[in-house]
């Protein structure tokens, strides 16, 4: 009799080891799930998120939403996420090269520097970008390169950390 609870219950302490080694063995790489992330851009072209934080490598999606009332060739907006060469002290000079592309929604199509992009939105329109954040911790500036714009406030900083 005793032994054989005895049996049982070493089996049941390996069972659960087990599960301990395949829980450690996940966490050895870690997943992020992905992250929903809403913006809101208005008349007086503000982002109503100025800030969000991801972990390296999350699946990120950013909905835009332009909850204004202008028209589009007036007051268009967009989403642009920008690598760690952009920044607040250097960000005019892609914002110079945007404000030549009208006809791409002012997000330059050879530039390395964006990351992902929504459309360029006119009143009451949502688009949604997916991307993979960075692996490099660090702040990554985003903004809308609707000329202007950004100086107004529509901008922002996604932080990469663990
Ligand atoms: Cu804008």
């Not at 920008?82 to 002012?106: G, I, M, P, W």
């Not at 009451?124 to 960075?134: H, I, Q, R, S």
Request: glycine share 6%; hydrophobic share 35%.
């Amino acid at each position: 009799m005793r032994t054989s609870r005895s049996q049982s219950i070493f089996r049941i302490a390996l069972g659960c080891s087990a599960i301990l080694v395949s829980v450690v063995g996940c966490s050895r790489a870690p997943e992020a799930p992905p992250k929903a992330v809403a913006v809101q851009a208005d008349d007086k072209m503000r982002f109503d998120m100025t800030a969000f934080e991801a972990k390296p490598g999350q699946k990120i999606s950013v909905t835009l939403k332009n909850v204004g009332t202008t028209p589009k060739l007036s007051m268009g907006h967009n989403f642009v996420m920008l690598d760690r060469t952009v920044n607040e002290q250097n960000v005019t000079k892609f914002l110079d090269a945007a404000s030549t592309e009208a006809s791409h929604d002012y997000v330059p199509p050879t530039s390395k520097e964006v990351l992902a992009h929504t459309k360029l939105l006119g009143p009451g329109e949502t688009d949604t970008v997916t991307f993979t954040a960075p692996y490099v911790p660090g702040d990554y500036l985003y903004l809308c390169s609707f000329p202007g714009h950004y100086s107004q406030g529509t901008k922002g900083i996604m932080t990469v950390k663990q």
